[in-house]
């Protein structure tokens, strides 16, 4: 018997992104849990001078033959920037989209901080899509971790993004201060259930300098092992592919500055490829398990080889309980996965 089948993920074009930084600004106050700072190696910035940058620099990409890009707005609450900058950052950018450089353009913000009507005006000068950071649908994690909002906010504002005609992002963050057994669960069908086109997880850490250090020193806060990271968020990406939402980043990038910062919490520098090396490995068991007897070889297609056996190899002695060792799994350059 031969099975063939395809990566679980569902299909997400892939683009290059153009990242805009913009910490802190517009934001109301600070969570307990951030450390833009530590993340960006930025305190604050001027607005004006992220814009004067920002021109200067696709300029440069222009005139250099670079690109395409997204461009995305990372960092701050963009929905909230002083008044009229939204509208200047959109309007220098759309110059660039005109000529092919920026092919879409997004943005991170708060779910309080959107409005039916500022989103439709923002999506008429050339914003495609808005990243809600969610972090949770719990109303006592949200107020634990000093958000200022409610679930149900957090859901409005998903409605809110829709009925403007653009693309919704959402970012959750598993862990946090109020966190209790089974929320984050809940958080991701709660997530699925507001049909997002795309899913962030951002494990809670506690980095130098955040209120939560203090509460963490205290003992006031327990954050997740990298175990039961790893655990929670491979049952969680296989929920979302398995509702065809792409989940484009798991963990904070792998920033200098920001892991010399990290006091506690479930960070590692290969996050994401473990966690997929994970579902991929639960995908491939159920197939094995459809042949009804012990499988003789895989045939895995080469883009994945990296992926297979997750960090540093971890998951070639569960390959190898399965009946495939490494001598019975090859590479091939076809698009789809054969079992036999």
């Not at 951030?34 to 300029?59: H, I, M």
């Not at 504002?157 to 403007?164: G, H, L, M, Q, S």
């Not at 970012?171 to 069908?189: H, T």
């Not at 092992?225 to 049952?235: C, G, N, P, Q």
Request: charged share 25%; aromatic share 8%.
């Amino acid at each position: 018997m031969l099975l063939t089948f395809s990566h679980p993920e569902p299909l997400c074009p892939a683009t290059r992104v153009w990242p805009v930084f913009i910490p802190f600004a517009g934001c109301p106050g600070r969570c307990v849990f951030c450390a833009q700072d530590k993340q960006t190696g930025r305190d604050g910035v001027l607005l004006d001078a992220v814009l004067e940058e920002l021109v200067r620099e696709l300029a440069a990409a222009q005139t250099a033959g670079r690109g395409p890009y997204e461009l995305a707005f990372f960092g701050g609450t963009f929905t909230a920037l002083p008044h009229e900058y939204p509208e200047r950052f959109l309007s220098a950018v759309d110059k660039f989209r005109k000529l092919g450089l920026i092919i879409k353009t997004r943005c991170s913000t708060r779910p309080d901080r959107v409005t039916i009507e500022q989103l439709g005006h923002l999506g008429s000068l050339g914003l495609d899509m808005v990243e809600l950071g969610v972090q949770s649908f719990d109303d006592p994690a949200l107020q634990a971790s000093g958000r200022g909002y409610s679930g149900d906010a957090v859901r409005q504002a998903c409605a809110t993004v829709r009925a403007a005609g653009l693309e919704l992002g959402i970012q959750l963050m598993p862990g946090l201060p109020g966190d209790r057994p089974g929320v984050f669960r809940s958080d991701v069908e709660e997530a699925i259930r507001q049909k997002p086109d795309n899913v962030r997880l951002y494990p809670c850490l506690v980095i130098r300098g955040a209120e939560l250090e203090n509460v963490w020193r205290d003992g006031g806060y327990a954050p997740w092992s990298l175990d039961r990271t790893l655990e929670e968020l491979a049952w969680a990406v296989e929920e979302f592919w398995r509702a065809s939402i792409p989940v484009i980043r798991m963990g904070v990038a792998a920033e200098e500055a920001l892991e010399g910062n990290i006091l506690a919490g479930p960070w590692h520098a290969a996050l994401g490829q473990r966690v997929r090396a994970r579902v991929l490995l639960a995908h491939i068991q159920k197939k094995a398990a459809e042949l009804g007897l012990a499988p003789r070889e895989l045939l895995v297609p080469r883009k994945y080889s990296g992926e297979l056996f997750g960090h540093a190899r971890e998951l070639a002695p569960v390959y190898a309980a399965m009946g495939l060792s490494s001598g019975k799994i090859r590479f091939h350059d076809a698009d789809r996965f054969l079992l036999s």
